[in-house]
């Protein structure tokens, strides 16, 4: 059997670079240019992101999440407050985000602290999600444990979807996070693997107030 040569895989970039002087003040009004561009290309799932965390014993993980919201306080994501990602963000809030939008050439690498959101904030965001989905929350309500069979999850909601037709309440188990950005990295492909990249952090650490942008090697 033949295996595919891995190494020989790549892709030359090209398009227009990236100058600080063609940047927003802040990193959230430019991430915001950004995702902009990348829900008017198409690409599926734009607000896909990557969460990677550290638990209490220094083990990373990672996983792909949902961004449900930005803005000056930050990133939103919704989770189960028992999950395996929960539970390392319990241990330690440091945190960071990745948005790979491949097809634009452009990555955004965010670093920061994980808050959870007031109940009355993941209490608004509930409501608006499908039915189907509110009763998945409950559903899983162990996520990251281990199940014996798929039955077991699909007898679960059916259980939860004859108990709750219509409105379904929010689980205590469930609810959202900000990331509180400390470094936003806008990264763009350039030809030769010299790719632009710029990073924004604030001019004073664990301080509010002024951002600066510093240009990173490639």
């Known amino acids: 059997m033949e295996h595919l040569d891995v190494a020989a895989l790549r892709e030359s970039y090209s398009g227009v670079g990236l100058h600080a002087r063609d940047l927003a003040a802040d990193p959230l009004t430019q991430f915001g240019t950004w995702f902009t561009d990348a829900v008017g290309a198409g690409l599926p799932e734009p607000n896909a992101m990557i969460l990677s965390t550290v638990d209490a014993d220094g083990r990373p993980s990672t996983r792909t999440v949902l961004l449900k919201g930005y803005g000056p306080e930050g990133f939103r994501f919704f989770t189960n407050h028992?999950?395996?990602?929960?539970?390392?963000?319990?241990?330690?809030?440091?945190?960071?985000?990745?948005?790979?939008?491949?097809?634009?050439?452009?990555?955004?690498?965010v670093e920061g602290v994980a808050e959870r959101l007031s109940r009355e904030e993941s209490e608004e965001y509930f409501q608006t999600r499908p039915h189907g989905s509110q009763l998945g929350a409950?559903?899983?309500?162990?996520?990251?444990?281990?199940?014996?069979?798929r039955d077991e999850v699909d007898s679960r909601f059916a259980e939860l979807a004859a108990r709750w037709p219509?409105?379904?309440?929010?689980?205590?188990?469930?609810?959202?996070?900000?990331?509180?950005?400390?470094?936003?990295?806008?990264?763009?492909?350039?030809?030769?693997?010299?790719?632009?990249?710029?990073?924004?952090?604030?001019?004073?650490?664990?301080?509010?107030?002024?951002?600066?942008?510093?240009?990173?090697?490639?």
Request: proline letters at 9%.
């Open 138 to 149: 409950w559903a899983s309500e162990y996520q990251s444990a281990v199940v014996a069979h």
């Open 166 to 218: 219509d409105e379904v309440p929010m689980p205590d188990f469930w609810g959202g996070y900000r990331v509180l950005p400390a470094t936003v990295e806008f990264w763009q492909g350039r030809t030769n693997r010299l790719h632009d990249r710029l990073r924004y952090r604030r001019a004073h650490p664990n301080e509010t107030g002024e951002w600066v942008i510093e240009r990173l090697r490639p």
């Open 82 to 109: 028992r999950s395996r990602k929960a539970q390392a963000i319990a241990a330690d809030p440091r945190v960071a985000l990745l948005f790979p939008w491949h097809p634009l050439r452009r990555q955004v690498i």
